[in-house]
């Protein structure tokens, strides 16, 4: 088929508080992607699986070679409202499920552009050469606060509004979905990742465990770092090297298993 191909390793876990996992992560050649669900009872788990078995079940749509790259990115765009609408739709018939939600984090490769869609806190970052950069912007009350220069980071860190989101996948149709486009380099290294990881992870710690060569042994030492720190809430990880190496892989991990 040509192009590029995300060579993956992923990995989905308790915190060391929970006791169920409210994250999802789906992994093929193309498509990846990461969820962090919110909501009481099993809310958080169902909202998030929903939004990766949606997105499971579009992947062959959005990764079809024979449809045109302009409106393959327009129909990843709008996955977000079938993702949305799919949620909306399951909090109705069980009414103790309304008011859960998810964030949804996902990258997909394209010829030589890769596209990032993301709703809420769950982050991307692309590690290329010796340089990391978080492509993802947090959709939440404290990233506003700091756009707007309300507030340092230093009080970010334990500022009492730090978890509330300003955008997440509720089934209200309340989302304002923005498609950012990358271009696409070999050996470039993508990290998605649920708030479980970068909220106890400083971005040169989570740099300088990203750098080891080996994604396997990458991804453990971040899992392992994160808990070493705490690890309050879940941590999912999903860590991809850009190769022209044909990926063939369909998985899906956490509360979506």
């Known amino acids: 088929m040509g192009g590029f191909f995300f060579d993956s390793s992923a990995r989905s876990v308790l915190g060391l508080v929970r006791s169920s996992n409210e994250d999802s992560a789906f992994v093929s ?66 009414i103790e499920m309304r008011g859960m939600g998810t964030t949804l984090t996902t990258l997909l490769v394209r010829n030589d552009r890769i596209a990032l869609l993301h709703v809420g806190d769950s982050r991307c970052y692309r590690l290329r050469a010796n340089t990391l950069e978080q ?25 009492p509004q730090r978890s509330i989101l300003t955008q997440a996948l509720m089934g209200d149709g309340e989302i304002a979905p923005l498609l950012q486009l990358f271009e696409a380099k070999e050996n470039d290294r993508y990290l998605l990742c649920s708030d479980g ?7 040169d710690e989570i740099k300088s465990l990203m750098m080891e060569s ?44």
């Open 135 to 159: 492509l993802s912007n947090d959709h939440t009350v404290i990233q506003e606060l700091l756009s707007q220069g309300a507030i340092t980071p230093a009080q970010a860190v334990d500022h």
């Open 197 to 203: 990881l970068s909220g106890v992870l400083t971005t």
């Open 29 to 94: 050649g193309r498509l990846i992607a990461v969820a962090d669900g919110m909501g009481g009872h099993v809310g958080g788990e169902i909202a998030s699986r929903v939004a990766i078995k949606t997105l499971q079940s579009l992947a062959p749509m959005l990764t079809d070679s024979t449809i045109d790259t302009d409106s393959t990115e327009d129909l990843l765009l709008n996955s977000l409202y079938t993702i949305d609408v799919e949620i909306g739709n399951y909090a109705h018939e069980a």
């Open 214 to 257: 080996d994604k396997e042994i990458a991804t453990r030492s971040l899992i392992d770092a994160a808990y070493i720190q705490g690890a309050h809430d879940n941590i999912t990880i999903l860590l991809a090297d850009l190769t022209r190496t044909e990926v063939i892989v369909n998985e899906v991990l956490g509360a979506a298993l």
